[in-house]
């Protein structure tokens, strides 16, 4: 993708396209996500109503009075699967003037294609940055992000975040830099912070398991699939981890144009960090994209192994987990 491709691309993936504050339907059993919609409708309001769009941060402050905030940012702490990124998307929608939506990687990719001063300049006057699952997984994006927020800020942009980690934990687990303490400290003072609590939908519509087809079922699935008129990729587990490694994670998006079912063969248990990492990545994008996953050999819910799931990157890796558990179940039969 060329800089400017991945800029245009900061736009909510398609199952939130049409996302809004009436479409979420929060779980009775917790309250707190009927607040979280209520406090992000006004979030958006706060300018719709007033438009203070053009306005610098000092004017939109004493517009956030309704919501009870001064801080020109809200961000949506709670666990995998209720419902934050709905809320972050539907906020986006209704939120006026030139805006950004995008996952932390992507924003961090697009600095690393633009250049700061270049990133900068094309969010500068932005009046909305989103960004979905805000983590920190090393030292590097810690700076990079609070520096390129905290400009942004200071010329009159909001930011709104998801993320499964508290803001003043980010990057907690990960290292230890005393260093890098203070950028993380000028992270969490940008943010409002609002805890979602709930049940993960996506393991209560597939029962909670990765769905595993037989090798000897596979082609059976393929071809069903091709009479269908879709484009299938089928390739090793293996193969795929392999050929991740020669690709950036930028271009993950465009391996999987036009591609409408993946076929992954002979799934095994990954230690090596740097590849579960990178298939975390790629697993993000082939969910954004909504594409439906057929894999044989070992659930892909249980494919994070050498003790990844109690190591620094455990909540990025439960996401994943729920997340190929959605993946594998939207490609059961009884589903398609």
């Known amino acids: 993708m060329t ?6 691309a900061l736009v909510p993936p398609p199952q939130f396209r049409t996302a809004s504050f009436d479409s979420y339907i929060p779980d009775e059993n917790y309250a707190s996500q009927l607040e979280a919609v209520e406090v992000c409708r006004n979030f958006a309001g706060d300018v719709t109503a007033k438009g203070t769009s053009g ?33 972050l998307a539907a906020t986006w929608h209704a939120y006026p003037g030139r805006k950004y939506f995008g996952t932390f990687i992507e924003y961090t990719a697009l ?3 633009l250049g700061y001063q270049n990133a900068v300049k094309a969010f500068t006057g932005a009046s909305l940055i989103a960004i979905d699952e805000f983590e920190l997984d090393d030292p590097g994006d810690t700076m990079v992000m609070s520096k390129l927020l905290g400009e942004l800020v200071d010329t009159g942009t909001c930011v709104a975040a998801t993320s499964n980690t508290p803001p003043n934990a980010l990057g907690e687990g990960r290292f230890a830099a005393q260093d890098f303490l ?8 940008v943010f409002e912070t609002l ?40 390739d090793s587990f293996r193969g795929v981890i392999d050929h991740l490694a020669k690709v ?47 894999a044989s050999g070992l659930p892909l819910d249980e494919i994070f192994g050498g003790g990844m799931l109690e190591g620094g990157y455990r909540k990025k890796y439960l996401r994943s987990v729920s997340r190929l558990i959605a993946s594998t179940g939207a490609a059961a039969p009884s589903l398609v």
């Open 3 to 8: 800089a400017q491709e991945m800029v245009d």
């Open 55 to 87: 306005l610098g941060f000092i004017s939109r402050l004493l517009f956030s009075k309704k919501t009870n905030t001064t801080k020109p940012g809200i961000y949506l702490d709670g666990g995998f699967g209720v419902g934050k990124t709905h809320l």
């Open 111 to 113: 600095v690393g294609a």
């Open 182 to 189: 203070r950028e993380i400290t000028k992270l969490s003072s």
């Open 195 to 234: 805890r979602i609590d709930g049940v993960d939908f996506r393991r209560r519509a597939v029962e909670g398991e990765a769905i595993v087809t037989k090798s000897e079922q596979l082609q059976a699935q393929v071809d069903t699939r091709v009479e269908q008129g879709q484009t299938i990729s089928r």
């Open 248 to 294: 950036h994670p930028s271009r993950y998006v465009k391996m999987l144009e036009e591609i409408d079912t993946i076929v992954l063969e002979d799934v095994k248990e990954l230690t090596n960090q740097a590849e579960a990492l990178r298939f975390v990545a790629f697993i993000d994008r082939v969910y954004d994209a909504q594409i439906p996953v057929i």
